[in-house]
């Protein structure tokens, strides 16, 4: 049954907790956190291979061939209430087979067959159904845990399903992962602030949870924590399989505890093969029973953790000494002759059956998608007081220094060095600001990019409603700054209180704290970090200003290098801010080697190339600054992903 038919229907039929149990019980009978119906699916994978290309470390060293193999002829099956433990050394390709068959691998060759209920494996739809736990807890810092799961439900559960549901669905999964108490907390950073390492493993498992999946693989979810907080953790994943859903999790030398949690096991050794895949069975005995009847094995210590023990006998070393091969050991074995009778038989799909099918790619609509991305931006950036109160404090401290330097200087026009000195400062306060925006928004950026790469992943939203999201959330805040900058300094430096002056002074100062910015989000797009994306956008604030018309007047620029002036953004902002204040002005001024005394409007035209008819332009180019550098950094956003795997 397909699941969106499945929601639809409980949309329809208004349905209580007690009827959605009820009608998943033709699957699996849950216990809990079952508001919304599922299909339970199985996973089957037959002789799968993964290569990558050969390091050129390898091929340094003599090694011929053009391909690396990670995996070689994986096969098995992952079933509906079944947890499964993907174990092994390290470098046996745990995590590698993880993401092979979860489709989250962003290079390589994969070869094989993958199957979901009998049905050839198609990762667009696969990603509906899916959920992918990371090793890594990667959260918005600045969202609340009940937000976290909002924003997931709003944005993955089909919307046929009412808003109601969701969050109903939203406040069981909370329950389900013990999160209920914690539900106002916000997440905030790890190590730093916020969540404790075992909760934050929790919120990663109920945001993935409320997306309703039926298939959920989890990298490492006991990784770095103590007894105590693995053992909340496992509850919560034993709760998840106990629903009926199908669970994979890569765990790396677990306590007896842990390892007893899981029903099957399915092993491997390095270089990517099989060595075990089958039942764990009660107190490990089956695993135990496989490995002890194969010649030359020590019999397991009394009260051994068998996760080590099974490690320590089929290691590289025990190969060696036995003088076998673990992985062909295991093909020869009846269990794999009924592990591949198995994977054959779920490589057909149930009579009735219908492929997975969904009609557009994501939930939601372009308008959905923004919406839920617009609301947790801004969150984020109302519960962001050290950035946006840093670089405000900056603007005003910058505002009142400008100001008490340059006090009532534009009252001052009678000679060339008065009108010079104007320009240096309104040429120093735009800059100063300017790069202080580009700068303070940086680190912002790329904290949310590394959460927008797991959220994409996921199937959550398209990058174009992402990008505008958190391009628009950034203009009420600098409009806000904007103001009393403005305020500040046009009073302090002493310019004519016009309506027309005052808007255009406005207007160029608002677009151009915008545009940088933009330039700063711009930057970290096309960036692996945002220390390498510091040092990019420095490497242009040198050229910005050197092209600005301050230093060097336009007129006086070479002709190979005018090009450069006319799309440098500074320049525009300084012909605005000059152009607007002075280029009416028909009062005499005195310049040293000029006579007689031109006016101040031609005396600007001719020394700087400022014409106040030229204002149009320079408001329509400002504009367009801020929105080229807004779909550059979209467009990188979308098409560039450093996150490599």
């Not at 290569?51 to 391909?67: F, H, N």
Request: charged share 20%; glycine share 8%; with cysteine.
């Amino acid at each position: 049954m397909e699941i969106r038919r499945m929601s639809s229907r409980a949309d329809s039929h208004g349905m209580s907790r007690n009827d959605s149990q009820v009608d998943a019980a033709t699957g699996v009978a849950p216990k809990r956190g079952m508001v919304l119906p599922f299909t339970p699916l199985a996973m089957s994978f037959d002789t799968v291979d993964y290569y990558v290309d050969m390091p050129p470390e390898m091929k340094a060293q003599g090694v011929g061939e053009d391909r690396l193999q990670l995996l070689r002829g994986v096969t098995g099956a992952f079933r509906p209430g079944v947890l499964t433990a993907l174990m092994g050394v390290s470098g046996a390709g745990k995590t590698t087979l993880m993401d092979v068959l979860a489709g989250r691998k962003t290079g390589g060759y994969i070869e094989g067959d993958i199957r979901i209920s009998g049905f050839p494996k198609k990762q667009e739809t696969f990603a509906r159904i899916s959920g992918y736990c990371e090793q890594t807890d990667i959260h918005s810092p600045q969202v609340t845990i009940r937000e976290s799961l909002i924003f997931s439900a709003f944005l993955r559960l089909p919307k046929e399903i009412s808003n109601e549901e969701k969050m109903i669905f939203v406040d069981e999964v909370m329950e389900l992962v013990e999160l209920s108490n914690l539900k106002d907390a916000i997440v905030g950073l790890p190590g730093v602030t916020g969540l404790s390492t075992e909760q934050r493993k929790r919120l990663t498992i109920a945001v993935e949870l409320v997306a309703n999946p039926s298939i959920i693989f989890m990298d490492e979810p006991t990784s770095g924590l103590d007894a105590r907080a693995a053992a909340i953790v496992m509850r919560t994943v034993r709760n998840t399989v106990d629903t009926g859903r199908t669970v994979v999790c890569t765990i790396h030398q677990p306590s007896i505890d842990i390892f007893e949690a899981f029903d099957e096991l399915l092993l491997m050794k390095r270089g990517g093969q099989v060595i075990y895949s089958g039942p764990l069975g009660r107190n490990s005995h089956k695993i135990i029973e496989y490995f002890e009847a194969i010649p030359g094995v020590p019999k397991i210590k009394e009260k051994y953790n068998p996760a080590t023990w099974m490690l320590e006998v089929s290691s590289i070393a025990a190969e060696v000494r036995l003088g076998i091969d673990f992985a062909e050991q295991y093909k020869s074995s009846s269990l794999y002759q009924r592990n591949k009778a198995l994977v054959n038989e779920l490589s057909t799909p149930p009579p009735g059956a219908k492929d997975l099918y969904f009609a557009t790619q994501y939930s939601q609509n372009t308008l959905g998608q923004f919406k839920s991305c617009f609301w947790k931006q801004w969150w984020t950036y109302w519960r962001s007081p050290d950035y946006n109160l840093v670089r405000y404090f900056f603007t005003l401290i910058t505002a009142l220094l400008i100001g008490s330097i340059f006090w009532q200087v534009g009252t001052e026009r009678s000679s060339a060095s008065d009108l010079t000195m104007i320009i240096g400062a309104m040429y120093a306060a735009v800059v100063f600001v300017g790069i202080n925006n580009c700068s303070t928004v940086q680190p912002v950026i790329a904290i949310e990019r590394t959460v927008f790469y797991r959220e994409r992943a996921a199937g959550m939203y398209s990058a174009l409603p992402y990008a505008l999201a958190q391009v628009l959330c950034e203009i009420p805040y600098v409009f806000g700054e904007t103001v009393y900058y403005t305020l500040i300094v046009y009073a302090m430096v002493g310019f004519q209180w016009t309506v027309a002056k005052y808007f255009w002074f406005f207007f160029v100062s608002f677009f151009t704290f915008l545009y940088f910015t933009y330039y700063g989000m711009m930057t970290v797009s096309i960036t692996p970090n945002h220390q390498i994306s510091s040092i990019f956008a420095a490497a242009f604030y040198s050229v910005f200003n050197l092209f600005s018309g301050f230093f060097i007047p336009r007129p006086r620029i070479p002709g190979w290098w005018i090009w450069y002036y006319w799309i440098c953004p500074v320049a525009w902002t300084i012909y605005g801010l000059i152009a607007s204040q002075y280029g009416d002005l028909e009062d005499k001024i005195s310049v040293p080697g000029v006579s007689p005394d031109p006016t101040i409007k031609s005396y600007i035209k001719d020394q700087y190339g400022y014409d106040s008819d030229f204002m149009g332009p320079v408001a329509a180019v400002l504009v367009g600054f801020g929105v080229f550098f807004a779909v550059l950094f979209a467009y990188c956003i979308r098409t560039l992903n450093f996150q490599t795997r």
